[in-house]
């Protein structure tokens, strides 16, 4: 992304490639948790849906130049010799020409990434939407931060995940903790915030509120 269309930013800009050393890390969260990117090792791979996206969006959106040519028109705003007006009215020109050609999308560039076909698996308990299967795990169409696919750091299934959907009692084997691995029953009384910080960046999110019951021990 530092260097995507740096070839055509003229070498008084501001900025050179796409977005800000903030914006970049913000923007392949989103690629990651939006299922379009994933991470092997030290690389960024697209996924199948990356690739099904690039392939719909017209070319003018994903060409690195669309930034290049922003990039040379501030320039200019900020040496005076073009105004920030004209810079403006240019984006919106061009976001109402693309909103005219590009007003519907074909059923065959829906079925691309079978929306209609994705499995519910219930309703999500912190804002009501359809919780649905992914390819990374479940999660919520509405994408409000609810982490519906894991608990207490446990990959559930999908059968754990309607059960924790539809507030049941739900046994989790293999629990980590400090003494080694545990089962427990996992009871969801609710919802609550968390964040961490990974690579010096603040995540953010919701979880269930559990409560743990342990299993009978046999005698």
Partial sequence: MERAGSEDIGADAERKG?????TRADVIEKLVKDGFVK???KQMIPTEDGVKLIAVLPDVVKSPKLTA????ALTLVSKGEYSMQEFMGGIEDMVNRLVQTYRSVSDEQKSMFGGSNQESLGKCPKCGGDVVKG????????????NVSRAMGAALTDSQVKSMLEGKKTLVKGL?????SYDAYLIPEGVEDYSYTKDGKEIKGFQYKLKLEFPKKKK
């Fill in 176 to 180: 980590k903790g400090k003494k080694g």
């Fill in 39 to 41: 991470r092997e090792k």
């Fill in 135 to 146: 390819k990374f795990g479940a999660y919520c169409k509405n994408k409000c931060g609810m």
């Fill in 69 to 72: 040519d922003w990039e040379n």
């Fill in 18 to 22: 796409l977005g800000t050393p903030a």
